[in-house]
């Protein structure tokens, strides 16, 4: 499962309805030929996100990592991408809907502008191919997701790795807390020995 989101686009939206609706646009004629590239199908639209499912884990990746690539030089079209691998549900209007479709919307926020952010299942599953690098973003308890998920960063292919800043903004107060702590504690420990050494 895929999730894709334009950052930025709502104030762009504010700013001049025009380009946003252009943007949009543009973010269609690029990537839907991509998404068919991979056998991807576009299972809905979401103002300016896309929700697409692919039969392959492998095929969503490279699909994600081929979309960045086309947009990294196309100007105020910044998507985040989240994958997560589960299952859906099709009602009778043809309406998706899961609990997996929630955690993939939950994973897409962690990732970089220009990057793509995976869960653990991912992960796992890509974890043996070569050519596919990860790295942990965090462990975070996620909204209306009763167990843990670990969130990865794909950093193959050039591809970034959010900020700490915008990571922690991302987490409960609690967890935030514990990361504040963890940084001041360690500046504390390190001003001690400074002075120790000094004297």
């Given at each position: ?14 700013q001049d309805e ?106 796992q599953n890509i ?73």
């Open positions: 499962i895929m999730c894709t989101d334009i950052a930025g686009f709502t104030l762009i939206a504010s025009s380009e946003a609706l252009n943007l949009l646009d543009l973010h269609r004629k690029l990537i839907y030929p991509i998404i068919q590239k991979y056998n991807g199908i576009v299972n809905k639209e979401l103002g300016d996100g896309l929700l697409v499912t692919f039969n392959l884990t492998s095929e969503a990746v490279d699909c994600a990592i081929q979309i960045q690539k086309e947009l990294i030089n196309v100007e105020k079209l910044n998507l985040r991408i989240g994958l997560h691998e589960g299952e859906i549900s099709i009602s009778q209007n043809q309406d998706v809907f899961g609990s997996d479709i929630n955690l993939t919307f939950r994973i897409e926020p962690f990732s970089a502008i220009g990057g793509v952010a995976l869960s653990n299942k991912v992960q974890s043996s191919n070569s050519k596919f690098e990860t790295k942990l973003i965090a462990s975070p308890k996620l909204k209306g997701i009763q167990y843990k998920v670990d969130i990865y960063a794909l950093i193959s292919n050039g591809l970034p790795f959010p900020k700490l800043s915008s990571i922690n903004a991302k987490l409960e107060p609690k967890n935030y807390s514990k990361t504040l702590l963890a940084s001041t504690l360690g500046s504390i420990v390190l001003s001690i020995i400074f002075i120790l050494v000094s004297s």
